[in-house]
């Protein structure tokens, strides 16, 4: 099973929360990848470092944006990621 790549920290009700979504999910439907999203307000840790910037995409574990996905950038960074990973 492929590890799932990218991960979305956002929280309830938050729109921009909702914009990233929807640019992530249109991302892995044309890439194959998967995505998980992590709550900020029942982790701690999260909230800590990064609670002035949700929604925070992190692509391989690494931030890669915050508050707002911008879409040519995210797939290039993993096709970037893909190729270094071969």
Request: aromatic share 6%.
């Amino acid at each position: 099973m492929p590890q799932t790549r990218i991960t979305l920290i956002g929280k309830p009700d938050c729109h921009l929360c909702d914009d990233a979504r929807a640019v992530i999910e249109r991302v892995c439907a044309d890439t194959g990848e998967s995505f998980t999203e992590r709550n900020i307000l029942a982790e701690p840790e999260l909230m800590a470092a990064y609670a002035e910037q949700v929604p925070v995409t992190l692509v391989d574990g690494k931030q890669h944006d915050y508050w707002r996905v911008d879409e040519q950038r995210l797939r290039k960074a993993l096709s970037r990621r893909r190729l270094f990973k071969r």
